[in-house]
């Protein structure tokens, strides 16, 4: 893996007016990861893109694209990109083919080239069967699929994504991470917004937590669910007469022991898989049966609401109307 960063933003900051969007985010994505930048709507995720993509210019700080400054050299971090927004940018009145052609012919690239890699992406995408017919009768999933397939035509070795599944159903949000996850072991480097907890879950090497225009939590997944508390212990018995004496045994084991009757689960405290170890071994041995037991971390959704007081899907934020990249860029100077 190259050493060198992909992507880095130093004290990247945006002003609309007296309205801070973005107010000194800073983050380093080496090459060949993916990056999860979380937050509610309103939190200056899509104003962080903009600015990285060329599409904003920054009112203070540096943001750095395959080693190029996004304000000094504009057409290179261009070169170096693909991006997805929030909405599908396809031409509805165009087939599918016709509009990676329309691309191709855009970034001025040859016409074998765009022939063989617009066959190569519908494939992948799955859209090879609807080459021809008009975007506008694609599905949602399809539209996104392709917006995507449009930013790859150039094979760009960073890829900026813009909460690329909101909306999708939940097949086609799977699908779309499938591919993903590969083009990350092909070597592309991923910058993913998302207000879904599960899909930075899923895909984020690192992730960065952003509310109100600033940085509140980076790290790895692992490591901002330890800021939520301590992993548990779930036990589901088989039978809901051994739910006090389960209670018992748990209680030699962890100061706190919830207990779900109607369920017949308890929930205690752990420090890891070693103490979930030694608890399987002395249920084992109680002669108590189990229907089930498990370790449980604690979700990002866990992690965001310790962090902010409010989940992630909130659109409480008073900074929602301003961040979403839809302020007048000469709000700011």
Known sequence: MNDSPAVEAVDLAKHFGDHRAVDGVSFVVPTGTVLGLL??????????VRMLTTLSVPTSGTGRVAGFDVVEEPQAVRRSIGLTGQAATVDEILTGRENLRLIGSLYGLSRGYVRRASEELLERFDLAAAADRPAKSYSGGMRRRLDLAVSLLAAPPILFLDEPTTGLDPQSRSGLWEVLRELVQEGTTLVLTTQYLE????????????????????????????????ASVVVTLTSAADLEAAAALLRAHSPEVHVEAGSRRLTAQAGGLGDMTRIATVFEHSGIELD??????PSLDDVFLHLTGHRAESTDSPTA???????????AP
């Open 321 to 331: 109307a301003t961040t979403t990249g839809t302020a007048p860029e000469g709000a």
């Open 199 to 230: 899909e930075a879950d899923h895909l984020a090497d690192e992730i960065v937590v952003v509310d109100r225009g600033r940085v509140i939590a980076a790290g790895t997944p692992t490591q901002l669910k330890d800021q939520a508390g301590q």
């Open 39 to 48: 937050g509610p709507n309103g939190a200056g995720k899509t104003t962080l």
């Open 292 to 297: 089930d037991l498990g370790l449980a971390r």
